[in-house]
Structures are given as structure tokens and as C-alpha cells.
């Protein structure tokens, strides 16, 4: 089944304590996004990368950083998590960059985050 | 003003109800128009894509954009509780290279009542 995975779906965790949100895609994407989701604001691109090693920041990168070492693969980092930070994840990928034709872009169920 | 305006609602309606929802945008790059439905605990799933002005048809769903006007609808006919979602309006333009940037609104969201 093609899909968006990320790890864990809910994190409850305290200011300072570096965290790692996985993601994962099987469907051999080029391009994967990282968003955050918070009442009255939206969804907010906070970094995206259009390949392998190929990264840049989204909207809102300020607290995060990310890697593609692998294609199938973007991890989200938290190096000192803040409680601004509190928020749902929702990690996304695409054929190409999203909004070109034919290149849907498929999210995952979203990561809760919490920080105390 | 806000590149992409969507009512956040909430928005009640009965069963079969023409449910008509609706974004502006000021941003006259933006190229492609998008549609999303998003479940409570679910991510977003891509419902609607348009490029040009116009109406897309796919089953009850209808989606308009008038370029001119910088707006864009999705009307639902018939509605069913299964309906019942926060909608996402969407909107690409080039960014750089082959980049495009995505910008969405905040959301509406729809409860549809048996």
C-alpha cells in the first residue's frame, strides 16, 4: 500500500530534550515537506526537499532542522524543543513539487507534540 | 492582507444541503488550485485540482475558479455526514528553479447532519 508513515503519532516531551520525528515514504518520491498545523493559522511549510542530500527552509524553519540521506527518508529534528513548538506534524510527499500537474502531494496521519 | 483567505466556519448543515465553500487569494501567481479534505486525526488528502477558470465536475463535487476575481469554490451537492471534514483550499506558484510553493488556507470546517 502506497504511504506516508511517521513516528511516534503522539510525543509529550519538556523544553530542551531533543526529539526526532521519522517519516517515511514507499512510493519513490522526489520531493517531501515537513508542515506543523495549529488552530487558526493553518498549515505552515517548515522545511522541504526536492531530493536526496537537497533541503531548504519552508515558511516557519526557525527551532528545526531535517536531513535526506535517503530517498524514502526525512526526518524532523528538534534540537531544543520549546513549548511554541507545540503543534501537529504532518510530513508529505510528492511525485515533484507539489502544485505541478499530476504530482499529488500524499501526507502522513500527523504527529501530536507536546512540550512542557 | 493574507495571500489566502478561507472562512474557518464552522458550517452546519442537514443532509442533502448544497454546501458551497469558498478561498480568495491576492496573489495573481498562483497557478493551480487545489482542493483538500482533512478527517478529524487524519492528514489531508487531495479531493479537487484545477489550473484554469472554470468548473471541474467529479461526482457531487464541483470546483470553480475565477481568475479574475481571485476566487475559487467547491460546492458539494447532495451532502452526506460522511462529508463531514475540515476543508482545505490550496494554491501553487513557482517559487524559484522548479520549485513551486504550496500556500494553503486555514480550513473550513463542514459537519453534515443525518
Known amino acids: 500500500e502506497a504511504q506516508v508513515t511517521q513516528n511516534p503519532r503522539y510525543l509529550i516531551t519538556v523544553t530542551g530534550k531533543k526529539l526526532t520525528v521519522t517519516c517515511s515514504q514507499n512510493m519513490n518520491h522526489e520531493y517531501m515537506s515537513w508542515y506543523r498545523q495549529d488552530p487558526g493559522l493553518g498549515l505552515r511549510q517548515i522545511y522541504y526537499s526536492m531530493n536526496v542530500e537537497v533541503t531548504d527552509k519552508g515558511d516557519v524553519p526557525e527551532g528545526y532542522k531535517v536531513s535526506r540521506k535517503e530517498k524514502r527518508n526525512f526526518p524532523l529534528i528538534l534540537e531544543s524543543p520549546s513549548p511554541n513548538q507545540t503543534s501537529l506534524y504532518f510530513c508529505?510527499?510528492?511525485?515533484?513539487?507539489?502544485?505541478?500537474?499530476?504530482?499529488?502531494?500524499?501526507f502522513g496521519p500527523g504527529t501530536r507534540l507536546t512540550v512542557l | 492582507q493574507k495571500e489566502v483567505e478561507q472562512d474557518p466556519g464552522p458550517l452546519s448543515v442537514p443532509e442533502g444541503a448544497i454546501v458551497s465553500l469558498n478561498c480568495t487569494y491576492s496573489?495573481?501567481?498562483?497557478?493551480?488550485f487545489m482542493w483538500y479534505r482533512q478527517y478529524s486525526r487524519k492528514g489531508p488528502e487531495l479531493l479537487m485540482y484545477t489550473y484554469s477558470s472554470g468548473n471541474k465536475e467529479d461526482g457531487r463535487f464541483t470546483a470553480q475558479v475565477d481568475k479574475s476575481s481571485k476566487y475559487i469554490s467547491l460546492f458539494i451537492r447532495d451532502s452526506q455526514p460522511s462529508d463531514s471534514a475540515t476543508y482545505l483550499c490550496?494554491?501553487?506558484?513557482?517559487?524559484?528553479?522548479?520549485?513551486?510553493?504550496?500556500?494553503f488556507g486555514k480550513g473550513t470546517l463542514l459537519t453534515v447532519n443525518p
Open positions: 496573489n495573481s501567481a498562483f497557478q493551480y
Open positions: 490550496a494554491m501553487s506558484a513557482r517559487s524559484g528553479g522548479s520549485n513551486y510553493k504550496l500556500t
Open positions: 508529505a510527499s510528492s511525485r515533484n513539487s507539489p502544485g505541478l500537474v499530476l504530482s499529488e502531494q500524499f
